[in-house]
T-cell receptor, first 113, second 115 residues
Framework: AQSVTQLGSHVSVSEGALVLLRCNYSSSVPPYLFWYVQYPNQGLQLLLKYTSAATLVKGINGFEAEFKKSETSFHLTKPSAHMSDAAEYFCAVKAGGYQKVTFGIGTKLQVIP | EPEVTQTPSHQVTQMGQEVILRCVPISNHLYFYWYRQILGQKVEFLVSFYNNEISEKSEIFDDQFSVERPDGSNFTLKIRSTKLEDSAMYFC?????????????FGPGTRLTVL
């Protein structure tokens, strides 16, 4: 079975501060990991994905994530938060030949001016 | 940029009624999916569909649910007799392949409210 755990359902950062959203995964086989973002009243947009190539993955809008097998983590970071980053972020995993994507519960990011 | 579209954006229905949620996947995609998100809970996989057949489904996808690709562009989710607990946001997604690293593109969702 595969699962992800997102630590912190709500995160607040000041504009210009580091964004760190935490995700830990559980999978009995090598996983593919994703971060999705959802802006209000919109669908889920892929930010970045880890597919067993480079462990440091760069995505859109200045976000990146590092796959750490020893820690079973795939935390999302951005050096400097922008007001437009306020949204809900979902960590997700696919593994074991399954088609389904298994999502975490999501983290709402608030950016304070 | 091609995108997945869903209609309606919000559907209100009475308990026991049938609803059909509609999706138009990206045109060259062959794999289609439905997910749902009950308010405050995780996004959950319901079903995947390929070559006019269900290829995978979750335990949530019981006999009251069905999916169909009635023509070359639409992909529908039918709930035969809605229950209060079916109230959720329903997301359609599509992808051009089954490989693990194939991205699934999601639509904006349909919010279903069952009264």
């Amino acid at each position: 079975a595969q699962s992800v755990t997102q630590l912190g359902s709500h995160v607040s950062v000041s504009e210009g501060a580091l964004v760190l959203l935490r995700c830990n995964y559980s999978s009995s086989v090598p996983p593919y990991l994703f971060w999705y973002v959802q802006y209000p009243n919109q669908g889920l947009q892929l930010l970045l994905k880890y597919t067993s190539a480079a462990t440091l993955v760069k995505g859109i809008n200045g976000f990146e994530a590092e796959f750490k097998k020893s820690e079973t983590s795939f935390h999302l970071t951005k050096p400097s938060a922008h007001m437009s980053d306020a949204a809900e972020y979902f960590c997700a995993v696919k593994a074991g030949g399954y088609q389904k994507v298994t999502f975490g519960i999501g983290t709402k990011l608030q950016v304070i001016p | 940029e091609p995108e997945v579209t869903q209609t309606p954006s919000h559907q209100v229905t009475q308990m026991g009624q049938e609803v059909i949620l509609r999706c138009v996947p990206i045109s060259n995609h062959l794999y289609f999916y439905w997910y749902r998100q009950i308010l405050g809970q995780k996004v959950e996989f319901l079903v995947s569909f390929y070559n006019n057949e269900i290829s995978e489904k979750s335990e949530i996808f019981d006999d009251q649910f069905s999916v169909e690709r009635p023509d070359g562009s639409n992909f529908t989710l039918k709930i035969r007799s809605t229950k209060l607990e079916d109230s959720a946001m329903y997301f359609c997604a599509s992808s051009d392949g089954l490989a693990l690293n194939n991205e699934q593109f999601f639509g904006p969702g349909t919010r279903l409210t069952v009264l």
